[in-house]
């Protein structure tokens, strides 16, 4: 049972507002929607072009669709996030994921079906604002491994969620599918309203909407061109104008937010090494993780003539259930390592494990049990990475700033996802021959060793950004402002804490 307790600052003394249960589990089980609207992506592309008789090009949209929504509203829901509307953002972000996913499971054609993709991207801009109730709501002692938990769960998600989302789809169908990411949202719904706190001691925030219009509108032109730019041909007039659209925006946003008393994001926390170097880290990470995942998902369901697996969907799916276990074994070893001030050994330790694990995909893969090493070594090295970055981010940004640097560090992830997919998809077109539906087995090893090169630069930015960095100094909190926190241990499946002292 969990203590959910208020310090009042002006006095001191703590007062029992109520008992909740589950408080950590709740924020694990929102963590895991943000893995359900991921897996009702990719692995349903195929179905989705048959049901809507639609091209498997205009079918890739469902996914595009959602990765674009989700850049564009997840900076506004961490900004919105850091004053006392947290719990009613995060509320209304699953709200949309349900209606999305009723939308989209609803008989009512392929454009409803992609508004609804679109609609649960909100849920992709919930792990922030759960970091950030993690971090007001827990002691520090229970808060830094809640929050490496937390920042895991939607990594370990993706190798629970493809291979649930293939069987519903197999047996059920495409809308089964969606039925399912309903529910799953639904009861993360209920969850939420009974457990999550209110943030009323939190100032009021104030949404810089220039700089959400300008952010939108550059990610949701980047994203769109890195999903789309193989399919339009990268030296096409549509690819350089959408890049074009890009580029501009996001520049404006940049100079826009260093001049803004109220950014959207603020990003004169780069001078922060830790910072700087957790962002870097998600782009790097977040591209080399989706890299390897596409490569693997279609070298699984390659006909073995075409000299792959011959795997169903399932089975692609499957394959992927090892990473989650590596990424869930990382959320116990990486707390040992921060706990001995060993931060700064972790980012490129992890990028060395996943080169190494990569580099051998490229050389042996015509085995599942290869594949198996692969995915856990891997799901081991990015767990590590994420499980990192909310600590190098908390601790050097004050708490009325934490959704939005964490959302921001979020959006990174998901432009490095779409680059890693891109990247994928645009090496092994270059290596299928013409009139040919399938590859060439050299198109997956040349395909690997980019992934080599972007883990390389992971271990290279990990050694000259340093992990540790000093918090900026806060002034106290004046007037009725609170600062929630828990008086004992909530999630048994999480490390344990030595650091008792925090406790009245």
């Keep these: 049972m969990t203590e959910v307790c208020v310090m009042s600052v002006l006095s001191g003394t703590r007062t029992r507002l109520s008992r909740v249960r589950g408080f950590v589990p709740t924020l694990v089980f929102?963590?895991?929607?943000?893995?359900?609207?991921?897996?009702?992506?990719?692995?349903?592309?195929?179905?989705?072009?048959?049901?809507?008789?639609?091209?498997?090009?205009?079918?890739?949209?469902?996914?595009t669709v959602t990765l674009v929504a989700g850049a564009m509203v997840t900076p506004v829901m961490g900004r919105l996030g850091d004053g006392p509307a947290r719990r009613g953002v995060i509320l209304a972000g699953l709200?949309?994921?349900?209606?999305?996913?009723?939308?989209?499971?609803?008989?009512?054609?392929?454009?409803?079906?992609l508004a609804g993709r679109a609609l649960q991207g909100a849920g992709l801009g919930l792990t922030p604002l759960t970091i950030a109730t993690a971090r007001d709501a827990l002691e520090p002692a229970k808060a830094r491994p809640t929050m490496a938990m937390l920042s895991i769960t939607t990594v370990a998600g993706v190798g629970l969620g493809y291979p649930v989302t293939g069987l519903?789809?197999?047996?059920?169908?495409?809308?089964?599918?969606?039925?399912?990411?309903?529910?799953?949202?639904?009861?993360?719904?209920?969850?939420?309203?009974?457990?999550?706190?209110?943030?009323?001691?939190?100032?009021?925030?104030?949404?810089?909407?220039?700089?959400?219009?300008?952010?939108?509108?550059?990610?949701?032109?980047?994203?769109?061109?890195?999903?789309k730019g193989e399919e339009w041909g990268w030296l096409s007039g549509a690819a350089f104008a959408t890049a074009a659209i890009a580029g501009?925006?996001?520049?404006?946003?940049?100079?826009?937010?260093?001049?803004?008393?109220?950014?959207?994001?603020?990003?004169?926390?780069?001078?922060f090494p830790g910072v700087l170097a957790a962002d870097v880290a998600a782009l790097l990470s977040g591209t080399g993780m989706y890299l390897l995942v596409s490569l693997i998902v279609q070298f699984v369901q390659t006909p073995p003539a075409a000299g792959g697996l011959g795997g169903s969907v399932v089975v692609a799916g499957l394959v992927l259930?090892?990473?989650?276990?590596?990424?869930?074994?990382?959320?116990?070893?990486?707390?040992?390592?921060?706990?001995?001030g060993r931060t700064g050994v972790l980012i490129p330790g992890a990028a060395v494990l996943a080169l190494v694990s990569v580099g051998g995909?490229?050389?042996?893969?015509?085995?599942?049990?290869?594949?198996?090493?692969?995915?856990?070594?891997?799901?081991?090295?990015?767990?590590?990475?994420?499980?990192v970055m909310p600590g190098l981010i908390t601790r050097a940004t004050p708490p009325h700033e934490t959704g939005s640097a964490m959302s921001f560090n979020q959006v990174l992830r998901y432009v490095g996802y779409a680059t890693g997919s891109a990247l994928s998809a645009a090496i092994l077109a270059a290596h299928t021959p013409a009139g040919q539906h399938y590859p060439e087995s050299s198109?997956?090893?040349?395909?690997?060793?980019?992934?080599?090169?972007?883990?390389?630069?992971?271990?290279?930015?990990?050694?000259?950004?340093?992990?540790?960095?000093?918090?900026?100094?806060?002034?106290?909190?004046?007037?009725?402002?609170?600062?929630?926190l828990v008086d004992e241990s909530v999630a048994g499946g999480l490390p344990d804490d030595e650091d008792q002292g925090a406790r009245g």
């Excluded at 399912?180 to 209920?190: D, I, P």
């Excluded at 925030?205 to 890195?226: C, M, T, Y």
């Excluded at 259930?321 to 921060?338: C, E, H, K, W, Y």
Aim: hydrophobic share 60%; proline share 5%; net charge positive.
């Design 30 to 63: 929102l963590g895991l929607v943000v893995a359900v609207v991921s897996s009702l992506g990719a692995p349903l592309i195929p179905a989705v072009a048959e049901v809507h008789h639609v091209a498997l090009v205009d079918a890739q949209w469902s996914l």
């Design 95 to 113: 709200a949309l994921v349900v209606v999305g996913c009723v939308l989209a499971a609803l008989p009512l054609g392929f454009a409803a079906l």
């Design 168 to 227: 519903v789809t197999e047996f059920g169908g495409l809308a089964a599918a969606y039925w399912f990411g309903a529910v799953v949202a639904a009861v993360a719904l209920v969850a939420a309203m009974r457990v999550l706190p209110h943030a009323r001691h939190l100032k009021r925030a104030r949404l810089d909407v220039p700089g959400a219009v300008l952010l939108g509108l550059g990610l949701g032109a980047l994203l769109l061109v890195i999903s």
């Design 248 to 271: 501009a925006a996001l520049l404006t946003w940049v100079w826009h937010e260093l001049r803004s008393s109220h950014p959207l994001v603020d990003l004169r926390l780069l001078r």
């Design 321 to 340: 259930l090892p990473f989650s276990i590596g990424s869930l074994l990382a959320g116990r070893v990486a707390p040992l390592f921060i706990r001995r």
């Design 361 to 387: 995909f490229g050389f042996v893969r015509h085995d599942y049990a290869v594949l198996a090493v692969v995915m856990t070594v891997t799901g081991l090295a990015v767990g590590t990475v994420f499980a």
């Design 443 to 484: 198109g997956y090893a040349i395909a690997a060793f980019a992934g080599v090169a972007v883990w390389l630069l992971t271990a290279v930015f990990g050694i000259l950004l340093p992990g540790r960095t000093t918090p900026p100094q806060q002034a106290e909190p004046t007037g009725a402002a609170a600062q929630v």
